[in-house]
């Protein structure tokens, strides 16, 4: 874990140290082991370091006449990673492999280069304003500089609300940008450009087909590869164990290299769904020391304020402050977390089994004959089923898949004060580009958009701002280099398999541990971290709070939302008339970062 930060002025007086210093200031938090700095001419840039071994490389580091910046791991080092710089820039970088953003100064050509590896868990923001930029591995700091702006992106809110985050490069504020993964900003006098350097390869006609049992044995090698080389260093580490089976593929290799790090999951006070007793037994199955950690609405309610300022942008779901509670009570035992996140969206998880169901009635659809299925799909358009009707080649497109939905466009007419806030076609626009970005079967282009959207902004965007803010490092073995690229070269239908009526998801992985736990735990649901949208909202003090925050919001006369519409939302939920969980969360989560970004 680092915290890289930096300004650059490309023309004028040499940037002022203690503006950086206080940048670097603010990432503190992520490396408080090691400081580095360079000033030199118009550059300023700072580094924080916490190692994980004592050989490590000090930052900024130079090679080649370059400086460089890096938070995050790769083979060999950055010291490798410099050297292949040299020969062949970002695309060398990219294919060195490992987790991380990098900056690069080059001074001799006066442009500085950032950058995020593909995978997308490490964060890198940058503002600009004329001749001055500023770069930080996480946003609250930026917005210390006088000369950045607190004012919001008002035409991105659309976008929060109906995926409840926004794509980089955009941010909800105006004048601060977020680097994509897989691209390099490269930023100098003529200001900055951006480029996509690297493109999974993803399984497309013509290739070999690999069978059945390669698969399985693919994928479960290079996950326990994989696992290797996260857990080789000697940092203290520990494991979230959810029960499913990501995580516990994680432990079953960790128990096989005979690693035995402890294990933790999260669960809520009188949760009328707690499966906390599911890790549990996966844990005594692979025999860890497993640690429940129990949390109060108290608690949750408490720490969504400050886990909202460690964002520095509205939370994508109520599950980042439990993972915040949850790394809190980690971190006197470990410096290092091995987390499951990935595994839906590189094995073909979460709702891919009803997307497949979904997927083959639109395939059969398409073989009736023309003025036939043309009806048919007008009737089922009218029935609220147009997934039917989607075309079965490319049916994530057409059904623009990609993220959450929150709200539709309906849905934001009536919650938005203002009509011009609505953008009726938001979702083809920010989809369009991403599936255009893929040519491969329908259930593969929808994981390289996971992968490109909801993976790096919620999941591994919220595992980061909440483990940085205690200096703890999350590693995602199920993104590994390996396992991806195992992962990317299998079609689609080898991922999610017919199973009776419906479909097998994350098929190769299942069956590896179909062998190792008892088939309960092996075919059980996916159970992810418990998220309070429903039952927390409409009793005790989870009732009060989200009243009292809807209270202020409609009463405030300037405020972004109808107040008519707040009030239905409410009564509906609290009535039991409708589950508006995450449309009141997406609100109110949205309305605490806003109050926080209006404070004097």
Not at 241 to 248: E, F, I, T
Request: some cysteine; charged content about 25%.
């Amino acid at each position: 874990m680092s915290g890289i930060a930096g300004i650059i002025h490309f023309r004028g007086p040499a940037p002022d140290p203690d503006a950086a210093l206080q940048l670097s200031h603010g990432v503190g938090h992520r490396g408080a082991d090691d400081k580095g700095r360079h000033f030199a001419g118009p550059a300023a840039l700072c580094h924080r370091a916490q190692r994980a071994r004592a050989d490590e490389v000090a930052q900024p580091h130079h090679s080649g006449g370059r400086v460089f910046l890096m938070d995050g791991r790769c083979p060999g080092g950055l010291e490798a990673l410099a050297a292949d710089w040299a020969t062949g820039g970002a695309e060398a970088a990219a294919a060195r492999g490992g987790s991380w953003a990098l900056a690069v100064w080059d001074p001799a050509r006066a442009h500085l280069d950032l950058l995020r590896s593909a995978e997308g868990a490490r964060p890198l923001f940058w503002a600009r304003r004329g001749d001055q930029l500023a770069f930080c591995s996480e946003l609250p700091p930026l917005l210390r500089l006088p000369w950045v702006s607190r004012q919001p992106a008002m035409d991105h809110v659309a976008e929060y609300l109906s995926f409840r985050y926004v794509h980089a490069p955009r941010t909800l504020l105006r004048d601060v940008f977020a680097v994509p993964s897989a691209h390099v900003v490269r930023h100098d006098q003529r200001g900055p450009e951006t480029s996509r350097f690297v493109t999974p390869r993803w399984f497309a006609p013509g290739d070999r087909r690999p069978s059945p049992a390669e698969a399985v044995e693919r994928v479960d090698a290079a996950i326990g590869a994989a696992v290797g080389r996260v857990s080789a260093d000697p940092t203290p580490a520990a494991v979230l164990l959810s029960g499913g089976l990501d995580s516990s593929a994680i432990v079953w290799h960790l128990h096989r290299l005979g690693r035995r790090p402890p294990t933790f999951t999260v669960a809520m006070d009188d949760d009328p769904v707690d499966e906390s007793s599911i890790a549990s037994r996966v844990a005594k199955v692979l025999e860890t020391e497993h640690h429940v950690i129990r949390l109060s609405p108290r608690q949750i309610v408490d720490a969504i304020g400050p886990s909202t300022r460690l964002m520095g942008a509205p939370l994508p779901t109520a599950a980042a402050v439990l993972q915040h509670l949850l790394f809190a009570a980690i971190r006197p035992t470990a410096k290092v977390v091995l987390s499951g996140d990935g595994g839906d969206e590189v094995l073909a998880g979460r709702t891919m089994g009803f997307l497949a169901s979904r997927q083959r009635g639109a395939k059969a659809l398409a073989l009736l004959p023309g003025p036939l299925r043309a009806a048919v799909r007008k009737g089922l358009d009218r029935a609220g089923l147009r997934d039917l009707g989607a075309s079965a080649a490319h049916f994530g497109r057409d059904r623009t898949i990609g993220g959450s939905r929150v709200f539709h466009s309906a849905e934001r007419v009536d919650v938005l004060r203002d009509p011009g806030l609505v953008r009726p076609g938001i979702r083809r626009t920010v989809l369009e580009p991403l599936y255009q970005e893929v040519v491969a079967d329908p259930i593969n282009e929808i994981l390289h958009v996971w992968q490109r959207g909801w993976l790096p902004e919620d999941s591994l965007a919220r595992s980061d701002r909440m483990g940085g803010a205690l200096g703890l490092e999350l590693r995602f073995p199920m993104l590994d280099d390996a396992v991806r690229a195992a992962t990317c070269a299998l079609p689609g239908d080898l991922k999610v398999r017919p199973r009776g009526l419906g479909f097998d998801t994350k098929w190769p992985l299942r069956e590896a541990m179909r062998a190792r736990l008892p088939a309960q735990l092996v075919d059980r649901p996916k159970r992810s971290l418990p998220s309070p949208l429903d039952g927390f909202l409409r009793v005790g003090l989870g009732r009060d709070w989200m009243q009292g925050a809807l209270s202020a919001m409609r009463a405030d006369a300037s405020g972004l939302f109808a107040p008519a519409a707040l009030q239905r939302l409410e009564a509906a939920h609290l009535s039991g008339q409708a589950n508006h969980g995450l449309k009141l969360w997406t609100l109110l989560l949205f309305h605490e970062w806003w109050s926080q970004l209006h404070e004097p």
